[in-house]
């Protein structure tokens, strides 16, 4: 009878234990994907995964932080080549390049999508955000995920203390250092103008707004074999500007890539340039009244500025040889749910990133979201400003992470005094110029 | 009497090492012979393309004028660490090895820096000495001195290895005063009813006795300013302005890890290593023989 017993209790286990397993939901295909986005942003993208695996039961996507985005990267080009890599990886945009170049290691995802039939139309997307990420038949390599764009960003008490209007904002760069002056003379601000990420506002932006070839072969979106074009008598102005500003106690560096983040929400200057994408913390942080409007621009140089670039990152899937296409199918699902248009609407109006999709922006126009929030439309309207031209699309430079510091590096011996602006110029061009030799060398061999 | 121990069976021994050896192997050997094998390759960042170009990274890397300001840097930057860690430390534990009330309490919170990780530690010092935000680099600026890290590599240097040395001093510390605690009291007694000073007794007596500790601890303090300091620089500098602060260590970090340039990276850990190797030598052969123990 015990026995009996017994064996009724094994046979209801071993019947059970599947069934179990099978509540717990393995019977969903698994989708690793690894990102690089920490504090809120982080959250946020652990919400958006969430999101999907609530709205259907075939897919699970397992949302892991890997650090920065270059832990991101690194850390999933190291899982390549030991042959387990994530499905799906975030890679910053200096890191298109690289990505693009690496051939049988990654799935193009218009390949993706017509192979797991899901159809997403590319002109959905922004043209800014699209461009970036297309290759030169405008097929989408990698998926749209947070893009930004630099703007800048106003303290309006102190312009008010300065005596400056709060409605009629700088749009030039001369307004800018008319406005700077006064903030100074006011001592409005223990600093006029600061400013984040210096390569990517002060070159790539600028070069994009003007109409001017930041590098050859369009900006290396023709070949691997594009030259810097920093000497240009462009650069020299701009260059020779910031360095005025510098003297005459207008401008702060505030150091490296967002070192200076802090400064312009603990009202430390009253003129910041920053990524579209800090606005949640300028909205947390800042105590005072302020606005984001879009990039300046030298008047005497263009008129009607172009489109500025889009900063942040976007989705690569990778490859492996034990890749099912079940598991394809799931990745290429999961980039149809985010480009959906209420998600995108979501991701946008929660994060500060720009939408994806025109269709995600014109929503949230008609709900007269921007009406609410002036300027957090800022980055799209510099973004979709112009039609795209070949200075203006972006930026497809090998070894692009290390010519952003040689730049950064050399402006700060500018900055410093040791060099004035053509040298500067003159030898981040030909340091960044080695960066992309050594890149077409390896890529090519 | 011959107290060494015979194994008979040949296998036994091999088996008690094995352990040893495979980590050994696994985690040291295996990479750092990766490292020699990269070295000598080029290839792009998944490994996809690799073609072997013999010397070609060295010689790049030693042409490059920004390599060779970089070991200037390391030299400042270890000489600069080991200096002020070993002597602050020293004077810290004369101090704390004196009958004193509460002597306990001051030593914990000597050793406790220590515990805190190269990352935090940094922050604090950016709370510190941030110039627009950190509490002393407010008050330098409103002092009139114009303290800026951030642009002006000298201060970025200073701050680096300030915020290393600190971070080291407690290690130091504990050693220093476990020195001096072993030197015997009669020696010093002696000296004293001689008539010597407690200034002419410590260069004197304590401090020759101390050299074999002050010995391990300049080996010791060299390989951290070496090769530990990376978590302090990244969250401080990240090696600027304009490569002020950058040593080998971190410079081997950014071209192999941001800028994936795997042969150089792979070039400079080599010769990284032949220094390690180059100094150990040097230091064991003629710097021992001079030691009094």
Same mark, same amino acid.
């Given at each position: 009878m015990q026995r009996r017993t017994? /064996? +009724?209790?094994?046979? +209801?286990?071993?019947?059970? +234990?599947? +069934?179990? *397993?099978? %509540?717990?939901?393995?019977? &969903? $295909?698994?989708?690793?994907?690894?990102?690089?986005?920490?504090?809120?942003?982080? @959250? &946020?993208?652990? @919400?958006?995964?969430?999101?999907?695996?609530? !709205?259907?039961? &075939?897919?699970?996507?397992?949302?892991?932080?890997?650090? !920065?985005?270059?832990?991101? /990267? $690194?850390?999933? *080009?190291?899982?390549? &080549?030991?042959?387990?890599?994530?499905? =799906?990886?975030?890679?910053? @945009?200096?890191?298109?390049? $690289?990505? /693009? %170049?690496?051939?049988? #290691? =990654?799935?193009?995802?218009?390949?993706?999508? #017509? @192979? #797991?039939?899901?159809?997403?139309?590319?002109k959905r997307y922004l043209a800014g955000v699209r461009g970036y990420y297309s290759d030169t038949q405008g097929r989408l390599i990698s998926m749209p995920h947070n893009s930004s764009s630099a703007i800048m960003w106003l303290n309006l008490d102190a312009f008010e203390k300065a005596g400056l209007s709060t409605t009629e904002l700088p749009r030039t760069w001369r307004q800018v250092r008319a406005a700077a002056e006064k903030i100074k003379a006011a001592n409005a601000a223990p600093s006029a103008i600061t400013g984040t990420w210096p390569t990517w506002i002060m070159f790539e932006q600028m070069a994009a707004m003007h109409d001017i070839p930041f590098a050859t072969r369009a900006n290396g979106f023709e070949g691997m074999n594009a030259e810097l074009q920093l000497t240009s008598s462009f650069f020299q102005k701009h260059t020779e500007f910031l360095l005025g500003l510098q003297k005459d106690g207008l401008f702060r560096y505030g150091g490296r890539d967002n070192a200076a983040d802090p400064l312009f929400p603990a009202g430390e200057a009253a003129i910041s340039f920053n990524s579209s994408g800090n606005r949640a913390r300028v909205e947390r942080e800042a105590r005072f009244k302020w606005i984001s409007v879009p990039l300046p621009y030298h008047d005497d140089v263009i008129q009607e500025p172009k489109n500025g670039v889009i900063g942040g990152a976007s989705l690569w899937v990778l490859s492996a040889r034990n890749r099912t296409p079940e598991e394809y199918r799931g990745v290429a699902e999961f980039f149809r749910f985010i480009s959906d248009v209420d998600q995108d609407l979501w991701w946008h109006k929660n994060t500060g990133y720009v939408p994806l999709t025109t269709a995600a922006y014109e929503k949230g126009r008609a709900e007269g979201y921007y009406q609410q929030n002036p300027g957090a439309d800022a980055a799209i309207r510099q973004l979709s400003r112009a039609e795209p031209t070949p200075n203006s699309q972006g930026f497809r430079l090998g070894g692009f992470v290390e010519i952003r510091n040689v730049i950064q590096e050399e402006l700060e011996k500018a900055l410093q005094g040791q060099q004035n602006a053509a040298q500067a110029l003159e030898n981040a061009n030909r340091r960044g110029n080695v960066v992309l030799r050594n890149f077409e060398r390896a890529n090519r061999a | 009497m011959d107290r060494k121990v015979v194994f008979k069976q040949r296998l036994l021994p091999y088996l008690l090492l094995a352990p040893q050896l495979l980590i050994t192997i696994v985690f040291f050997f295996w990479p750092a012979g990766q490292a020699v094998w990269f070295a000598f390759l080029r290839q792009d960042a998944f490994g996809i393309r690799t073609t072997f170009v013999g010397f070609e990274n060295f010689a790049e890397l030693l042409a490059d004028p920004l390599y060779l300001e970089t070991i200037r840097n390391t030299a400042v930057f270890c000489i600069g660490v080991t200096a002020i860690a070993l002597s602050v430390a020293l004077l810290l534990a004369v101090l704390a090895d004196r009958q004193i009330r509460g002597a306990g309490g001051y030593r914990i919170l000597l050793i406790w820096p220590y515990a805190i990780a190269p990352a935090v530690a940094a922050v604090l010092w950016i709370f510190l000495f941030h110039p627009q935000i950190g509490l002393i680099g407010r008050a330098l600026n409103g002092a009139g001195i114009a303290w800026d890290y951030k642009l002006n590599g000298d201060q970025a240097m200073l701050m680096v290895i300030l915020a290393s040395a600190w971070k080291q001093v407690s290690y130091n510390f504990i050693f220093f005063l476990a020195g001096l605690q072993s030197i015997p009291k009669s020696v010093l007694e002696a000296a004293a009813i001689d008539g010597a000073r407690s200034v002419r007794r410590f260069w004197t007596i304590t401090f020759p006795l101390l050299s074999p500790t002050t010995f391990f601890l300049l080996v010791v303090n060299l390989v951290y300013a070496f090769f530990d300091t990376f978590g302090v620089i990244d969250a401080l500098t990240k090696g600027g302005p304009a490569k002020a602060t950058e040593t080998l260590i971190y410079r081997a970090y950014v071209d192999g890890r941001v800028n994936l340039d795997l042969g150089m990276s792979s070039a400079q850990s080599v010769v990284l290593m032949l220094v390690v190797i180059l100094l150990t030598a040097i230091q064991f052969r003629f710097i021992e023989r001079r030691v009094h123990y």
């Open positions: 017994l /064996m +009724a209790g094994a046979a +209801a286990l071993g019947l059970a +234990a599947p +069934a179990t *397993i099978k %509540a717990q939901g393995t019977g &969903r $295909t698994q989708i690793e994907f690894w990102y690089g986005l920490s504090g809120a942003l982080g @959250e &946020r993208v652990a @919400e958006q995964v969430k999101r999907f695996n609530d !709205s259907q039961q &075939r897919f699970t996507v397992n949302a892991s932080f890997k650090g !920065s985005y270059i832990d991101t /990267m $690194t850390g999933a *080009i190291a899982a390549w &080549r030991a042959g387990n890599p994530p499905h =799906i990886a975030q890679v910053f @945009e200096v890191g298109t390049a $690289t990505m /693009m %170049a690496a051939g049988p #290691a =990654i799935r193009p995802v218009h390949q993706l999508l #017509a @192979e #797991a039939g899901v159809e997403l139309d590319p | -």
